[in-house]
Nanobody, 127 residues
Framework: QVRLVESGGGSVQAGGSLRLSCVAVSGYTYNSLCMAWFRQSPGKEREWVAAISGDYSRTYDDSVKGRFTISRDNAEDTLDLQMNTLKPEDTAMYYC????????????????????WGQGTQVTVSS
């Protein structure tokens, strides 16, 4: 089992920055987890934002590429999302997610591929 706890959400004006954090509690090898951030706006499906493998390779959705940076610390079992140049359309509940993968490599990024989820943290961007 893996327990994920997010923090760092809040309200910011367009163009501003926020940093989200997630701590993974599992008792197993953190670098064997594929880690990702998802977000969900009211009335919309939960969508993938960014993912990072245990070897630190990263991938981003086009909508956040160049503005968001995902990072992880395999020694501290943490996951971060640095969000810059925020837009009103980034407003959503953000979720940390994970699944066990061979060598922690993220080969699948669908919502149903992730079986561990945090409780979510709200990000609101005003225009």
């Amino acid at each position: 089992q893996v327990r994920l706890v997010e923090s760092g959400g809040g309200s910011v004006q367009a163009g501003g920055s926020l940093r989200l954090s997630c701590v993974a509690v599992s008792g197993y090898t953190y670098n064997s987890l594929c880690m990702a951030w998802f977000r969900q706006s009211p009335g919309k499906e939960r969508e993938w934002v960014a993912a990072i493998s245990g070897d630190y390779s990263r991938t981003y959705d086009d909508s956040v590429k160049g503005r968001f940076t995902i990072s992880r610390d395999n020694a501290e079992d943490t996951l971060d999302l640095q969000m810059n140049t925020l837009k009103p359309e980034d407003t959503a509940m953000y979720y940390c997610a994970a699944y066990w993968a061979f060598r922690g490599v993220c080969q699948a990024l669908g919502r149903n591929d992730f079986n561990y989820w945090g409780q979510g943290t709200q990000v609101t961007v005003s225009s």
